[in-house]
């Protein structure tokens, strides 16, 4: 079901793109928003299935959003955890220092985050050093 509203984010991001006055974007919108809750309930498990408030209460471009960063980042958490050895004390240390850097350098440290889970991965010097102090490697493992 993610792949659904995932796949209809791109749709949307499609349709903002372009040139089209801001009445066909909202419309283009509504019709979006419309098809993924009929696919959704037409493919769906079962009545009550655990997607349907995600689908049904609101749905809207904040929430796809959401869904969306979180499966994009998901990958990088993961290897960002097994680089700390599992341990989650150290892990939620990494995430600390991440939250605090600006949204931008955080998704690149993320995305760049290789096995040594230090969150640097592939990063250039010079994108280290617009913020040296997050994340850091820690020193007492």
């Excluded at 994009?72 to 220092?97: I, K, M, N």
């Amino acid at each position: 079901m993610a792949q659904l509203a995932l796949a209809a984010r791109q749709r949307l991001a499609e349709a903002f793109a372009t040139a089209a006055p801001d009445a066909w974007k909202r419309t283009r919108k509504a019709e979006i928003l419309a098809d993924l809750r009929r696919t959704y309930h037409d493919r769906r498990p079962e009545p009550g299935d655990r997607w349907d408030g995600f689908f049904d209460d609101g749905l809207n471009n904040a929430r796809l959003a959401a869904l969306g960063a979180y499966h994009e980042l998901v990958p990088a958490l993961r290897t960002l955890l097994a680089g700390c050895g599992g341990d989650l004390e150290r892990f939620y240390r990494q995430a600390e220092s991440l939250a605090g850097l600006p949204p931008e350098l955080r998704r690149q440290r993320l995305e760049a985050t290789d096995a040594t889970g230090d969150g640097y991965g592939r990063l250039s010097r010079a994108a280290r050093r617009q913020a040296p102090d997050a994340p850091v490697r820690d020193q007492r493992y």
